[in-house]
């Protein structure tokens, strides 16, 4: 057991993969201290995460199963029965310690933590305070040397996770703005093909990118107090996100920016600087890559696969398909309760077939990408509009579906179509969910 070898995972939240200079972003001056990391270590061109939701992703990377397999399907506890990467790690004499997010893995005591630090606070800036992470990372470090052990970290940076970056959104959640370095003029930003370009996406795609500024400050921070401490020779790190951005087609769905992720490993001595791998691989795969990096046996029951031979240049592929799934939203003040929409898909590097079991023509979809504060309207961006509501038309024009929504049946009013949070007069088909303009 190659004891003198620590890990560092590093995650951030809800940061889309091409959303950093080496993954292909435009934006300038966004990820400076990811793209150092990128340039030291193994960049994966291919990652993704089983599924786009912030706890049963985390608990995926931890436990090595699928959330089907694991327990954690939504924001909810793994199964008791299920052993989880940091319970072995403590068997095996590491130090375990987790900053941020700590209430993402559940329950507590299945994680086996040493140290357990909450930054969702206003002390810390709601996780979203570069200088915190490197004061509690440098106390970390310093309390894993005491104890004469070698250490397993996994900092939870909060950003990019709405509300972004000098938002109003900020207000009600923090009650102030939380300090940022850089803002972005909508106009220079690199707007993701996936979203439409009006000038409302461009503004909060604007500060989805603050957010990321500041979230690769936090990521230079983490690396820095590593370096400070004298660990970086004898550390594997990784990084990634945790799924993709919260944005609609993104997060907490199946598509390609749901759930690919920007990958790096950094593990001085042993990964080539600079090099790149095209493979498929999953988050699952993390948790058995680290124990045979360690030389800790391996755990019966995990779904993935050690990454090892991949990251030794011993062979180039790794899967043929990577399978990922959707079972239900968060509850918060958008969506009010758990809203289930069950998804599975299966993608290859260049196709992915999505089975949406929940799609019946009716049912509407709904999660945080929808969130606004409603403040300044009579109708708060965001919310679903009914067809028995006053000034709404039961049938929209315009869509390119060419489909039109039945009329109110004694059952309960027809959810026709939601008014978009981007632009008063867009809105989304009540049918088949495109955008349209209301002439």
Known sequence: MMLSTNVVLLTVDDM???????????????????????????????????????????????????????????????????????????????????????????????????????????????????????????????????????????????????????????????????????????????????????????????????????????????????????????????????????????????YLNSTKSPWVLRWPGRVEAGSVTKALVSGIDFAPTVLEALGIEAVPGMDGVSLLTLIRGEKTEHYGTVYTQFFKTARNEITKRERHYPMRCVQDKRYAYIYNAWSDGETVFMNESMECSGRGGSIPHGCILRADEPGVRRSPKGCLCGRRAEPCSGAGPVWLYRRSRVCRRDRHCGVCGQFYRRR
């Not at 912030?54 to 990377?61: E, I, K």
């Open 16 to 254: 889309n993969y091409n959303s950093t200079r080496w993954f292909g972003c435009k934006t300038p001056d966004i990820t400076p201290n990811i793209d150092k990391l990128c340039a030291e270590g193994m960049t994966f061109e291919n990652a993704h995460v089983p599924i786009a939701v912030c706890q049963p992703s985390r608990s995926a990377l931890m436990t090595g199963r699928y959330p089907h397999r694991n327990g954690a399907r939504g924001f909810e506890e793994i199964d008791r029965s299920v052993t989880t990467l940091p319970e072995v790690l403590r068997e095996a004499g590491y130090y375990n310690g987790i900053i941020g997010k700590e209430d993402h893995l559940a329950p507590r005591d299945k994680f086996a933590w040493d140290e357990y630090v909450r930054t969702y606070n206003d002390e810390n800036d709601f996780g979203r305070n570069p200088a915190a992470y490197y004061r509690h990372t440098r106390s970390f470090l310093k309390n894993a040397r005491k104890a004469g052990k070698p250490f397993f970290l996994m900092a939870n940076s909060h950003d990019p996770h709405r509300p972004f970056a000098q938002s109003d959104d900020e207000i009600p959640f923090f009650g102030r703005h939380i300090p940022v370095n850089r803002v972005y003029d909508p106009e220079e930003i690199d707007l993701p093909a996936f979203l439409p370009d009006i000038p409302k996406v461009r503004q909060e795609v604007a500060q989805y990118y603050a957010s990321v500024r500041r979230c690769d400050e936090t990521v230079g921070e983490i690396l820095r107090a590593l370096d400070d401490a004298g660990c970086r020779e004898n550390t594997l790190v990784l990084f990634l996100s945790d799924n993709g951005m919260a944005f609609p087609f993104a997060k907490t769905n199946c």
